[in-house]
C-alpha cells in the first residue's frame, strides 16, 4: 500500500522558515518522482515544487524560486521541502504527490497518489 504522510507544518511569522517532509512508503523510491502542491482557501491547488527520484531534476514554481529547496533522502524514502523567506501568501495547506512518470510537474492529476495534507499558516 502506497503511503505518503507530509508533516512540518506550523505557524510561523513572515520572513522564517519551516521544513516539510514527505516520508512515503509502499513504492520504489528511486523510480518516482515527488511533487509538493499547495492550496489555499477558495483556491486550486498549485504545483509548487518536483524533484524526480530517479535523475535528481527539481522544478519550482516561479512563486518560490529562490526561497523553497526540494530535497530527498533516498535511504529514508523521505522527501523534503525547506521553505525560506515565508510570506503571507504561501499560506495554504502543503500536500506531497507521488507518481511513476508524470506528465506534468505541475498538474495535479498527473499524480497518483497524494498525502493528507500539512498546514502552513504565515503571519504578516
Known amino acids: 500500500e502506497v503511503q505518503l504522510v507530509e508533516s512540518g507544518g506550523g505557524l510561523v511569522q513572515a520572513g522564517g522558515s519551516l521544513r516539510l517532509s514527505c516520508a512515503t512508503s509502499?513504492?520504489?523510491?528511486?523510480?518516482?518522482?515527488i511533487g509538493w502542491f499547495r492550496q489555499a482557501p477558495g483556491k486550486e491547488r498549485e504545483g509548487v515544487s518536483y524533484?524526480?527520484?530517479?535523475?535528481?531534476?527539481?522544478y519550482y514554481a516561479d512563486s518560490v524560486k529562490g526561497r523553497f529547496t526540494i530535497s530527498s533522502d533516498n535511504a529514508k524514502n523521505t522527501v523534503y521541502l525547506q521553505m525560506n523567506s515565508l510570506k503571507p501568501e504561501d499560506t495554504a495547506v502543503y500536500y506531497c504527490?507521488?507518481?511513476?512518470?508524470?506528465?506534468?510537474?505541475?498538474?495535479?492529476?498527473?499524480?497518483?497518489?497524494w498525502g493528507q495534507g500539512t498546514q502552513v499558516t504565515v503571519s504578516s
Open positions: 504527490a507521488a507518481d511513476s512518470r508524470p506528465v506534468w510537474w505541475d498538474v495535479r492529476d498527473a499524480y497518483a497518489y
Open positions: 509502499g513504492f520504489a523510491f528511486d523510480d518516482y518522482a
Open positions: 524533484i524526480s527520484l530517479s535523475d535528481g531534476d527539481t
